[in-house]
């Protein structure tokens, strides 16, 4: 057993507070502890000071001073391991949520949207801030708590972009063009001139800069500019005001055409079909139109576009509209069936998936303008079975007078 001199203790004493530690009650801890390991540890007659220098790095892996970092954060945070069990628990949950949902949505799986959205919204509202905060409270320069903020309140908003993207939520594009904007001339200026001045972290400064610049440059490729929706919004609309004029065309055409009594219960079922979609239409073009009643010729000059929403995120806001869209897929089916007898004159069934009814999960990508179209073409179904009906019964009226 090795017996520790004062000259000894007064040394190791001093190396403590050589190498950071401040808190004199910390010191003496190290202290009592450093003596208690060397004594029970070191032979009689060994040598003191490579046994001293070997045991003193078991108390860090960088510096000493880590302990009396901890030590801050113990007395200034009383639930720090809380907070540090959390963040290790939120970060694997939302990892895992994630990664299952991001599977489910590839497979068509029910589920993978409220999955996606527990992993983004968990990692971007709880796992990512309790970084920020335990990591703040482990530096001491003003300059690199900020970087850290900074750094931190890019990648949330980037998550929370891409989670509301998917989910067709408002405010997509402004946090997709904000995070990038903060992370580029904020955050990255900072980092850049305040590293490259330091020779030992000059070259990871330089790369790391490029990997940031590189990754904003690819974010806002894939980013759709404001005139380009604009002028995809104006196509759209455009297209969507020629199918009106052709429908109305053949609307009035088939208005002056015979209705033969025998088909009388189909023909009904396809006025009523007609009249829900002109119902549907006018509220669809109302909802992507921000409140408009029509659509004319100066669309663009009066600014009348259909917007960039989805036909599922106004039927899922209005329960009603949602029940008129139940009723007529219903009134489909049975005019369908009506109309089974008559397909020797021509009539065709009016396809009931791949259209607008189909509402359910997994959300659907329609724009609203392809379902105006949908919509659109189930009425000239209808017409075109009119005028076949019509057309038929003149024919046996016209070989009955020959």
């Known amino acids: 057993m090795y017996c520790i001199s004062d000259e000894q203790i007064e040394f190791i004493l001093s190396d403590i507070s050589a190498r950071g530690v401040e ?7 190290l202290l009592d502890h450093i003596c208690c390991i060397i004594e029970q540890e070191l032979e009689e007659n060994g040598d003191f000071r490579p046994f001293y220098e070997a045991t003193i790095r078991r108390f860090y892996k960088e510096r000493l001073s ?10 200034t945070n009383k639930n720090y391991y809380v907070m540090k069990k959390v963040m290790i628990s939120s970060g694997v949950f939302a990892a895992t949520s994630l990664s299952f949902g991001i599977f489910f949505k590839y497979m068509h799986w029910a589920g993978a949207s409220i999955l996606i959205t527990l992993g983004i919204g968990i990692a971007s509202l709880v796992f990512l801030p309790l970084i920020v905060t335990l990591k703040v409270k482990e530096q001491r320069a003003a300059k690199d708590k900020l970087l850290i903020v900074l750094g931190s309140i890019s990648a949330i908003a980037i998550a929370l972009g891409i989670l509301f993207k998917v989910q067709h939520w408002p405010g997509a594009n402004m946090l997709g063009v904000i995070s990038p904007a903060i992370l580029a001339l904020v955050f990255l200026p900072i980092y850049f ?6 020779p030992e972290t000059k070259v990871n400064t330089i790369v790391s800069s490029a990997l940031i610049i590189i990754g904003c440059g690819l974010f806002f490729t894939l980013t759709i500019t404001s005139k380009t929706s604009r002028l995809m919004e104006v196509r759209n609309t455009a297209a969507y005001l020629r199918s009106t004029y052709i429908l109305k065309s053949e609307e009035q055409a088939v208005l002056s055409l015979p209705t033969p009594p025998a088909a009388a219960p189909a023909l009904a079922l396809g006025k009523q079909i007609y009249l829900s979609c002109e119902e549907l239409r006018a509220q669809l073009v109302a909802y992507a139109a921000h409140g408009a009643t ?4 100066d669309f663009e000059d009066k600014n009348v576009l259909l917007g960039d929403a989805t036909s599922y995120d106004y039927f899922s806001e209005n329960p009603k509209t949602a029940e008129l869209l139940t009723a007529m897929e219903r009134d489909v089916k049975q005019y369908n069936a009506a109309n089974t007898a008559l397909a020797t004159r021509g009539v065709k069934p009016i396809p009931a998936s791949y259209i ?3 509402q359910e999960e997994p959300k659907p990508l329609d724009k609203i303008s392809s379902s105006l179209n949908d919509l659109i073409q189930i009425q000239m179904m209808v017409l075109q079975n009119q005028r076949a009906i019509a057309g038929s019964t003149k024919e046996k009226m016209l070989s009955s007078i020959q």
């Open 23 to 29: 808190l004199e009650g910390l010191q003496l801890n």
């Open 66 to 75: 880590e302990i009396e970092d901890e030590t801050h954060l113990l007395l």
């Open 193 to 198: 001139f305040s590293g490259i001045r330091n």
């Open 294 to 297: 029509s659509i004319g010729d």
């Open 356 to 358: 607008v009814f189909n």
